[in-house]
C-alpha cells in the first residue's frame, strides 16, 4: 500500500509540474524573445538617431563606422537620398530571425541577430524552470514518502486487531492516530472488542455462578440420600427423607432453569405474592440436618404471617446462600429473624462467630472477595444480584458477630390464610 500511495502522490505532482511548466516555459521563451527585439530596435533607434544627426549637422554620415561598431549584428542602413539606396552594411549572420527596425527622416536602420543572442536567455530560463520542477518533484516525493508511512502503518495496525477479533483476541486496539476516519475505524473495533469481552466475561460469570449455585443443592441433596441410607431400617423416616430429597431435586431443577434464563437474556419470573414462612420453614427443613451434623443450632424468631412479592425460588436461594455462608464461614447458633417495616419484609440471618474482618467490611459485596482461606467469594455477590432481580437488597447489617438481611417488597394477601404458616422448627 505504500508503493501505491507513493506512485500515486508521484504521478499527480509529475502531472501538476507539467500542467504549470510548459506553459511558463512557453511564455518565458515569448517573453526572453519578445525583450531581444525590443533591444534590438532600442540599437537601431540610437544608430540611426546618431546618423540624422550628423546629416542634419552638414557632416558625411560614416555608415560603415556605425554598421562596424556592432560587430555582433547585421546592420542595414537605408538613405532615403536618393531614396532606396543600400549605403552599408555588414555580413548578415547565418540565422537572422530577430530583427530591430527604427526610421527618421533621412536614414532607415534595420538590426539583425542570430537567434544565439536570445537562446541563451531562453535556455537558462528553461534550466531555471527545471531546476525548480525538480525541486517541486522532490518535495512531492518526500511529503509522499511521510503521508503513506503515516496511512499505511495505521491501516496495517487496523488490520491486524481486526485479524485478532475475528480470531477471538479481543484485547482494544488503544491507539488513535490524528485521522479522522482512521480514528472511527479504531474506535469501532475498540467497541467491537469490549462488546465481545463483557460477552465473554458474562458466558465466563455464568460458568462460575452456574458452579456455586448448583452446590449448594446438590450438597443438601447428597445429605438427604446419606440420611435415607442411615435410616434404612426406618421406613417413615425413608419416606420423609425421600420426599425431602425430592423437593431438593426440584429445587436443582428450578436453579438449573433460572441460570438458564440468565444466559438467554431473558426474566426467570414474574414476582408473585408468597409467604415468608414458608419460605424459611422449607429452608430450615432442608438445613437443619447440616447444622445438626456440626452439632450447630437453626432457630427461627420474629413476626409471622409476613408476605412479600418474590420470583418463585429466587428469595430461597438467597436465604440458603446466607445459610451457607453462615454454616461455612459462621459459628455457633444461627438464627433466622422475620420482620417488617412500613415498605418491607426483612428477613435476617445471624450467627455467633467471629463475623466479617474489618478489611473486607465494605468489599465484602464483590466478587471473588471472601472472608475464609479457600472460599469462592460469589455466594453473597450473587445473592445480593439475584435479590436486585426481583426489586429486593441483601445488606450486612452488623460485621461482628455477622448479621445479614434480606430486604423483599412487603406484600399484603386478598384474604387471610385459612390456618396458621409452619415456619419450622423453633
Same mark, same amino acid.
Given at each position: ?7 500515486? %502522490? ?9 500542467? $504549470? ?37 552638414? $557632416? ?21 537620398? !536618393?531614396?532606396?539606396?543600400?549605403? @552599408?552594411?555588414? *555580413?548578415?549572420?547565418?540565422? &537572422? +530571425?530577430?530583427?530591430? *527596425?527604427?526610421?527618421? *527622416?533621412?536614414?532607415? =536602420? %534595420? ?11 531562453? %535556455? ?43 480470531? #477471538?483476541?479481543?484485547?482494544? $486496539? ?5 485521522? !479522522? @476516519? ?11 472488542? *469490549? ?16 458452579? /456455586? ?42 436453579? =438449573? ?13 414474574? !414476582? ?56 461455612? /464461614? ?21 450467627? @455467633? #462467630? &467471629? ?6 467490611? +465494605? ?42 438481611? $434480606?430486604?423483599?417488597? /412487603? ?16
Amino acid at each position: 500500500m505504500q508503493r501505491r500511495l507513493l506512485i500515486s %502522490t508521484l504521478v499527480v505532482a509529475v502531472v501538476a509540474v507539467l500542467l $504549470l511548466g510548459v506553459p511558463l516555459a512557453f511564455d518565458l521563451s515569448r517573453l526572453r524573445t519578445g525583450q531581444a527585439s525590443q533591444e534590438l530596435r532600442h540599437e537601431a533607434s540610437y544608430l540611426a538617431t546618431g546618423l540624422q544627426d550628423r546629416y542634419d549637422s552638414g $557632416l558625411p554620415a560614416d555608415v560603415a563606422q556605425v554598421a562596424r561598431s556592432l560587430s555582433d549584428r547585421y546592420v542595414t542602413v537605408v538613405e532615403r537620398q !536618393p531614396a532606396g539606396r543600400v549605403k @552599408e552594411g555588414v *555580413k548578415p549572420p547565418a540565422h &537572422k +530571425t530577430i530583427t530591430g *527596425k527604427y526610421a527618421t *527622416k533621412n536614414f532607415t =536602420v %534595420t538590426v539583425e541577430a542570430d537567434n544565439s543572442f536570445v537562446s541563451g536567455q531562453v %535556455t537558462s530560463g528553461l534550466l531555471m524552470i527545471g531546476w525548480l520542477a525538480l525541486g517541486a518533484l522532490a518535495v512531492a516525493v518526500g511529503l509522499a514518502l511521510l503521508q503513506a508511512r503515516r496511512l499505511s502503518r495505521p491501516l496495517r495496525e487496523l488490520a491486524g486487531a481486526a485479524d485478532r477479533l475475528g480470531s #477471538g483476541d479481543a484485547r482494544p $486496539l488503544g491507539r488513535r492516530y490524528g485521522v !479522522p @476516519e482512521l480514528d472511527r475505524m479504531a474506535e469501532g473495533l475498540d467497541g467491537s472488542a *469490549k462488546r465481545i469481552n463483557d460477552l465473554l466475561t458474562a458466558e465466563r460469570d455464568f460458568a462460575v455462578d452456574a458452579s /456455586h449455585q448448583l452446590r449448594t443443592p446438590l450438597t443438601a441433596l447428597s445429605m438427604r440420600l446419606e440420611e435415607m441410607v442411615a435410616a434404612a431400617n426406618y421406613p417413615d423416616v425413608v419416606r420423609e427423607e425421600g420426599a425431602a430429597a425430592l423437593a431438593q431435586t426440584e429445587r436443582l431443577a428450578e436453579v =438449573v432453569g433460572q441460570l438458564l434464563g440468565r444466559a438467554r437474556r431473558s426474566v426467570s419470573g414474574t !414476582p408473585a405474592l408468597a409467604s415468608v414462612d414458608d419460605i424459611v420453614a422449607q429452608q430450615i427443613v432442608e438445613w437443619d440436618p447440616a447444622f445438626r451434623r456440626v452439632s450447630r443450632k437453626l432457630e427461627v424468631i420474629g413476626e409471622k404471617g409476613l408476605f412479600a412479592y418474590v420470583t418463585p425460588g429466587t428469595a430461597a436461594q438467597v436465604v440458603a446462600t446466607l445459610l451457607d455462608n453462615a454454616l461455612v /464461614h459462621g459459628a455457633g447458633t444461627v438464627t433466622i429473624r422475620t420482620s417488617q417495616t412500613p415498605r418491607s419484609v426483612v428477613i435476617e440471618v445471624r450467627d @455467633e #462467630g &467471629k463475623g466479617v474482618p474489618p478489611e473486607l467490611v +465494605t468489599r465484602i459485596f464483590e466478587r471473588s472477595v471472601s472472608g475464609a482461606p479457600g472460599g469462592t467469594g460469589l455466594g453473597l455477590s450473587l445473592a445480593r444480584t439475584v435479590a436486585a432481580a426481583d426489586g429486593g437488597q441483601v445488606v450486612l447489617v452488623r460485621p461482628r458477630p455477622a448479621v445479614f438481611a $434480606l430486604f423483599l417488597p /412487603h406484600g399484603v394477601p386478598e384474604t387471610p390464610p385459612d390456618k396458621p404458616v409452619v415456619s419450622g422448627p423453633a
